[in-house]
C-alpha cells in the first residue's frame, strides 16, 4: 500500500498532478480544494495516499492530511459512493465541513456536492454519524502533536490518534467542538458534563457525548 508521497510535481491537469519521486512518476488525484492548495510544477509536494485497485484499474488519491484520507475511506464505504464522489463532497466541504455535516446531520451541506443527490446525501450521514468523532479526535490529535512538535523544534512526522489522557481528550473535544461552529462557554459545559459522567472516555467518546447534550431538544 502506497501510503504517502513525497516528491517534485512535473505536470499539473485539472483533477490530477504526475509527481516525481527518485525518478518514479506517479499520477495522484486530488479534489479541487486540495489542487488549489498545491505549488506549481518544479515545485515539492507531500500528499497522503489512498490506492484503489479494481479489475480494470489502479489509481492514487491524494489528500493534504491524514484526517482527510480517513474521511476519503469512510465516504467510499457508504453504498453508492465512489471515489469521483468522495472528492467532489471533499472539494466543497474541505475535511472540516465534511466533519461539521456529518456531526450535526445537515445532509443539505453534503447535496451542495456535484453528482451528490439528496438520497445519496441521507444516506452518507446516517451511515457515517456514528464515525465522525473519531475522525474528528484524529484531526484533532494530530494538529495538537504536531503543534507541539513545531514548538520543540522537532521534525513533523504523521502521527496516529491514540488514547489520551483525560485533560486532553477534554481539549481535543473542545477543539472539535468549536470546528463545529459551537460557542465556548456552550463547547466547554458539554464537555465538562460528559467528562464527569464518563472520566475515563477518549476524545471520540467525549466528542459523541458532548454533541447528544448539544444537540436541539424536543
Known sequence: ???????????????????????????VYCSDRTMAGLPGVGQVCAL???????????QLFGFPTLAEKEWHRLLMSVQGVGAKASLAILGTLGQDGVSRAIALGDWNAVKAAKGIGPKIAQRIVLDLKDKAPSVMAMSSSVAAAMGDAAADGDVIEPVIAQAVPASSAQADALSALGNLGYGPSDAAAAVAQAAGETPEAETSALIRAALKLLAPKG
Request: proline share 0%; charged share 30%; glycine share 10%.
Open 48 to 58: 497522503f495516499t489512498d490506492l484503489v485497485v479494481r479489475e480494470d484499474l489502479m
Open 1 to 27: 500500500m502506497i501510503g504517502k508521497l513525497t516528491g517534485r510535481i512535473d505536470y499539473r491537469a485539472l483533477d490530477h498532478v504526475l509527481i516525481d519521486v527518485r525518478g518514479v512518476g506517479y499520477i
